[in-house]
């Protein structure tokens, strides 16, 4: 028998599925109280339990590949200074253009419960309506509970997460930059801040940026200069466009995005 051809998804395909995970009634909304393993948020600001309808399959797969990452996770290492890819480690050239998906970002809280255990996650599309919920509607707020962290310092199981989805801007390979750091948070909001600015005026346009790396000066000297990741923006592109965009020095390139 002829085997059929496995159909590569495309990238519009799979942002618009991670839309749709994320939609109110997909399967990351938030559902009735019921037993489980996942955290959500109900609108009475209660952390309340979420039932998980996964199969065996879909729960091993989530684990391993979560439909939450677009493509291979690219995450910051501050002591490589480095953007680095996940999955072999290899460093991401500053060199390379990206186009930010910066409205398919994706915002949240997780809390990881150990090895061999599923996360739990309360986490929405940030340009979808999604709203973060506060610390304390999350529970787990005794200290004393809490494991100690590299720091020997309580470390608060729940931790804030962005996820911003990239696609390389000529090979068209997806990517999503993982960040829980305050840093990395930052410097994906100082994009945003970007993207908000330029959609008033060209709505159907994505920022091409480069990801670099910046830092400063700690105010305590024993930790010295502290390495940051950077998206410089160097163009734009129309969202639905294949063409390789215009990264020339006249491109989009006068609203820099501070180191």
């Known amino acids: 028998m002829a085997k059929t051809a496995r159909k590569i998804p495309t990238a519009a395909e799979v942002l618009a599925r991670q839309k749709s995970d994320h939609a109110p009634d997909g399967p990351w909304a938030p559902k009735l109280p019921a037993s489980s393993t996942t955290v959500a948020v109900a609108k009475t600001g209660t952390a309340v339990a979420v039932p998980d309808e996964r199969d065996s399959v879909q729960q091993y797969l989530d684990e391993i590949a979560p439909n939450s990452i677009v493509g291979r996770m690219v995450k910051f290492d501050i002591k490589e200074g480095a ?154 592109r129309p969202r639905d466009s294949a063409a390789v965009p215009d990264t020339s020095p006249g491109g989009d390139m006068n609203d820099k995005i501070g180191f």
């Open 83 to 236: 953007f680095i890819l996940h999955d072999d480690s290899s460093t991401v050239s500053p060199d390379v253009d990206f186009v930010a998906h910066a409205d398919q970002t994706l915002v949240g809280q997780i809390k990881f419960n150990g090895a061999g255990e599923p996360p739990d996650r309360v986490m929405g599309l940030l340009y979808n309506g999604f709203k973060m919920p506060s610390r304390e509607s999350l529970g787990d707020l005794d200290e004393s509970k809490w494991s100690i962290g590299l720091d020997n310092l309580p470390q608060d199981p729940w931790q804030h997460h962005v996820y911003l989805v990239l696609q390389n801007a000529v090979t068209m390979e997806m990517f999503t930059f993982v960040t829980s750091s305050k840093t990395g948070r930052r410097a994906v909001g100082n994009l945003l801040r970007h993207y908000d600015r330029v959609k008033k005026t060209h709505p159907d346009d994505l920022p091409v940026v480069r990801l670099k790396v910046g830092g400063f000066q700690h105010s305590d000297e024993r930790v010295g200069w502290v390495k940051t990741p950077v998206f410089v923006v160097v163009g734009r």
